[in-house]
């Protein structure tokens, strides 16, 4: 998606073949300074992610967390750091900081570090490239289908990682047992040393500054060139000073009175204007209309609706919170349809924007764009229809079903 290579020229012919090595052998290539810059591949650069929130289902100024088992219809990002944890799926994903995706995290495009390093846990696999500023692991059974590269770090590779694209350690590489490297026509460029276990097998070229060691009993299978550089030959690629923006909150006007609604009272409605902290009670039911809201606070507490009439197609709804919005337990913002198409257009027309923190109880159905002065927390399980923003951290709970309605442009 945001990494993009150009082809390397062809390696020299082989310095070093797949003999039986039961030490530790350092290669070495005795080729002209001619040939070696011959032999030096072109780059291209990472091309820079958006920065716009609007391009992301999830974005946040802090760090962003998504937990086990929920798909992520759209690409993700964060100015700190970015955590995926067991079983989550997303289009792609670009953070500042350290990425980190754990067990079985399914990536279909890019994964991009700017000023961090990346880890793969056990059975990740990134369907597009792997870049990052620092340090890279693909960790045990993990697949890069696309490239590898560490643009100022280590690149390691655990037993049994494949990578099907081209490979760059600024540092040093270490290939683990039973590995697979490249495909007919890629490369293995390493600025340091590389460090090679037996059992491996690399259908890259493989071009490194420092030296080569294989190591172990048996010994890796060399498809291609294996070909020693002069110091100072292989180009880095660069990572773009990619930042994600800052968007600007409304502030809310509100009033001094605060408003209870309780379940005693039947379906209220509240018509838009200036309120003071809003209370809705277990199983009450708030009906809202087109307009603005200016509240000091929104709590809701367990088994609370909010229903939103939005009956023309221009109409829309916008909730101006100074302070925090707390929906409790099964707490549902009812749209008041059930056709898809008609259930989308109206959550795209829906904008709750927070001062403080939005924090979420589990098994929440919310719908809308969220936009939040410090953090944005959704518990396990919630329903939801939209895009956030957060000026804080993003921590979205596991089992989360949601559909990307993207935020509204500025």
């Known amino acids: ?128 490239n792997l870049a990052a500023e620092r340090d890279v692991v693909v960790g045990v059974t993990a697949r890069v289908d696309g490239d590898v590269m560490s643009t100022s770090g280590d690149v390691r590779l655990v037993r049994q990682s494949m990578v099907l694209g081209d490979v760059y350690a600024d540092g040093e590489f270490r290939g683990d047992r039973d590995i697979r490297v490249g495909t007919p026509g890629s490369h293995v460029e390493v600025r340091g040393d590389a460090l090679i276990r037996d059992r491996s097998e690399y259908f890259a070229a493989i071009m490194y500054e420092g030296t080569m060691s294989v190591l172990g009993v048996g010994a890796p299978v060399f498809h291609a060139s294996v070909t020693q550089m002069s110091p100072g030959t292989l180009a880095a690629p660069s990572l773009p000073a990619w930042k994600l923006d800052t968007l600007s909150l409304e502030s809310a006007n509100p009033s001094s009175s605060a408003m209870t609604v309780t379940s005693d009272m039947g379906p209220t409605a509240i018509p838009p204007g200036r309120y003071g902290a809003l209370s809705i009670g277990q199983e009450a039911v708030v009906v809202l209309s087109p307009g603005v809201y200016d509240f000091d606070q929104i709590t ?17 709804i916008t909730l101006r919170v100074r302070r925090d919005v707390k929906p409790g337990r099964r707490v549902a913002m009812d749209l008041m349809t ?12 829906i904008l709750t924007m927070t001062g403080g923190s939005f924090r979420g109880d589990q098994d929440v159905t919310w719908s809308g764009a969220i936009l939040t002065g410090k953090d944005l927390f959704f518990g396990k399980h919630t329903t939801f229809r939209g895009a956030t923003w957060s000026k804080g951290n993003t921590f979205v709970s596991r089992d989360s079903v949601l559909e990307w309605v993207p935020l509204p442009a500025d």
């Open 1 to 128: 998606m945001w990494l993009s290579r150009t082809g390397m020229m062809g390696a020299v012919s082989d310095v070093a073949t797949s003999a039986r090595h039961k030490a530790v052998r350092r290669l070495a290539g005795g080729l002209t300074l001619a040939l070696l810059l011959a032999a030096a591949p072109a780059h291209g650069d990472v091309a820079t992610p958006p920065g716009d929130p609007a391009s992301f289902v999830f974005s946040a100024n802090g760090n962003l967390y998504v937990g086990n088992s929920t798909r992520v219809p759209g690409p993700v990002a964060a100015n700190g750091s970015m955590l995926l944890d067991e079983r989550v799926q997303v289009t792609s994903a670009v953070a500042r900081r350290d990425i980190k995706f754990r067990l079985l995290t399914l990536i279909t495009g890019d994964a991009i570090s700017t000023d961090g390093g990346a880890q793969l846990s056990n059975q990740v696999r990134i369907v597009g």
């Open 300 to 316: 809701a507490q367990s088994d609370a609706r909010i229903q939103m009439l939005l009956p023309a197609a221009t109409d829309t």
């Open 338 to 349: 059930n056709d898809g198409a008609l259930r989308r257009s109206r959550a795209s027309r």
